[in-house]
């Protein structure tokens, strides 16, 4: 997971996640990578960072829909 320009750690960029969400895709930072390979789908080959955040991003997403945001 790359860090976006301005990005500040800690803090979420709701309006601009949910324009990805809305488009129909996941933020490309919110897909953990290694070796330039996405591996988003296999979590045994994430860090523990990876999955942690993966996990964190599932559960705003899960929010988004509850709220009917997406």
Do not use: C, F, K
């Amino acid at each position: 997971m790359d860090p976006r320009a301005n990005a500040v750690p800690g803090r979420v960029d709701v309006d601009h996640e949910l324009t990805y969400l809305r488009a129909g895709s996941d933020p490309p930072w919110e897909r953990p990578h290694r070796d330039g390979v996405d591996i988003t789908d296999q979590p045994d080959l994430q860090t523990p960072y990876q999955r942690q955040r993966r996990a964190e991003y599932l559960s705003r997403v899960d929010g988004y829909r509850e709220r009917g945001l997406i």
